[in-house]
């Protein structure tokens, strides 16, 4: 898959979508949040900004807007009306869109970065880049005295 290249002209000038700020992710769409149904860029943004008494729950976000066309639609990573890819990795799970290869874990119950390579151990219950790693739990029990 191509990369999503991001352009920096995206419909800013729609006035209810909150720019980010910190631009800690890069993607094509803007999320609803689920507490006071404002339009922001990240869950950052909401929370930096005090938009609301709440905090943003990203698990409960159920609608955003595409920036190319600005269609309002449930979650994905494609728009439904000009099919723009939103980013180049998408969890339904953490409704998270992001230029980072991401993978996420049921274990740890939130997405990775490093993608299809990771492997959860459940001995030292951390996830890694590989299944030979410093297992933290191993090194410390009794029975490898």
């Given at each position: 898959?191509?990369?999503?290249?991001?352009?920096?002209?995206?419909?800013?000038?729609?006035?209810s979508i909150i720019a980010c700020i910190n631009r800690?992710?890069?993607?094509?769409?803007?999320?609803?949040?689920?507490?006071?149904?404002?339009?922001?860029?990240?869950?950052?943004?909401?929370?930096?900004?005090?938009?609301?008494?709440?905090?943003?729950?990203?698990?409960?976000?159920?609608?955003?807007?595409?920036?190319?066309?600005?269609?309002?639609?449930?979650?994905?990573?494609?728009?439904?009306?000009?099919?723009?890819v939103f980013a180049n990795s998408f969890c339904e799970?953490?409704?998270?869109?992001?230029?980072?290869?991401?993978?996420?874990?049921?274990?740890?119950?939130?997405?990775?970065?490093?993608?299809?390579?990771?492997?959860?151990?459940?001995l030292c219950d951390k996830c890694w880049d590989s299944?030979?790693?410093?297992?933290?739990?191993?090194?410390?029990?009794?029975?490898?005295?």
């Amino acid at each position: 898959m191509e990369p999503v290249q991001y352009n920096a002209a995206y419909k800013w000038s729609e006035p209810s979508i909150i720019a980010c700020i910190n631009r800690k992710y890069k993607r094509k769409c803007a999320v609803a949040s689920p507490c006071c149904s404002k339009w922001i860029m990240c869950r950052f943004c909401h929370d930096d900004n005090n938009l609301c008494d709440q905090t943003f729950e990203r698990f409960k976000v159920s609608k955003i807007r595409c920036l190319e066309c600005l269609e309002e639609q449930g979650i994905s990573n494609k728009c439904i009306k000009c099919e723009v890819v939103f980013a180049n990795s998408f969890c339904e799970i953490c409704k998270v869109w992001t230029k980072d290869n991401i993978k996420h874990c049921n274990e740890c119950g939130f997405c990775r970065v490093g993608g299809e390579s990771l492997y959860h151990c459940k001995l030292c219950d951390k996830c890694w880049d590989s299944e030979d790693h410093p297992c933290v739990k191993k090194q410390l029990s009794r029975d490898d005295v």
